[in-house]
């Protein structure tokens, strides 16, 4: 099946530094998503990618898809404590209405 | 707010019992989908559904086998147990649009001895 790799597989950070975790796939994408999981919780959607190029802001959050449609990145600046989680990609292929491809995900450890 | 609910926060049993994990969402949507979450691989999915009695394989099927008698319940059967069977199981739901988001359960951690 279709495989999805996320880098970095774990990041730590001071407080206040910025954070990038980056998603390759090897074919190109119909969209891509993207989740949080906090400690202890479920993936909660984040944000939804569509058109090549794309680029999304949620307040400290930027998401781009590339031109591609094989990549995309989730940059957050100036981290805080609040990030803390694991961040996944979740990539849909053209002719797989439904089915998400789940990358590996990034786990973000931040400290004061 | 939609809800997915699943039976059982943590689950203890022994090697080759019949185990059923069961999911249940309430905003009516069609597709739903059960996922094993294991430390360094991510999301795996294990079996979706997209109408009620429809059911596709997904990634790693092998050892499961799911039902879906009703829109809203989706359970998932091992039908005997193996330790490597041990993971997080995570249920999800999604409206059979192209372009949308998976809502997600709280997730059944299993351990089998």
């Not at chain 1, 950070?13 to 969209?31: A, H, I, K, M, R």
């Not at chain 2, 997915?4 to 309430?26: A, I, N």
């Not at chain 2, 059967?77 to 372009?99: D, G």
Request: proline letters at 3%.
């Amino acid at each position: 099946g279709q495989q999805v790799m996320q880098i970095p597989q774990y990041q730590h950070v001071q407080e206040g530094e910025d954070f990038t975790t980056y998603c390759n796939s090897s074919t190109t994408l119909s969209n891509i998503q993207w989740y949080k999981q906090r400690p202890g919780g479920h993936p909660v959607f984040l944000i939804q990618l569509v058109k090549s190029g794309e680029v999304k802001k949620q307040k400290r959050l930027t998401f781009q898809f590339g031109e591609a449609k094989k990549n995309s990145s989730l940059h957050i600046t100036a981290t805080q404590t609040t990030d803390v989680g694991t961040y996944f990609c979740a990539a849909r292929n053209t002719g797989t209405a439904s089915k998400l491809t789940f990358g590996t995900g990034t786990r973000l450890q931040v400290t004061l | 707010d939609v809800k997915v609910t699943q039976s059982s926060r943590y689950l203890v049993k022994r090697t080759g019992e019949k185990v059923f994990l069961e999911c249940v969402q309430d905003m009516d949507h069609e597709n739903m989908f059960w996922y094993r979450q294991d430390p360094g691989l991510g999301l795996r999915l294990i079996y979706f559904s997209y109408d009620v009695k429809m059911k596709e394989k997904g990634d790693i099927p092998e050892g499961y086998s799911v039902s879906r008698e009703k829109k809203e319940r989706f359970s998932l059967i091992l039908e005997s147990a193996s330790t490597n069977q041990t993971s997080m199981y995570l249920c999800a739901s999604s409206l059979p649009v192209t372009y949308n988001e998976q809502f997600f359960g709280p997730g059944t951690r299993l351990t089998v001895l």
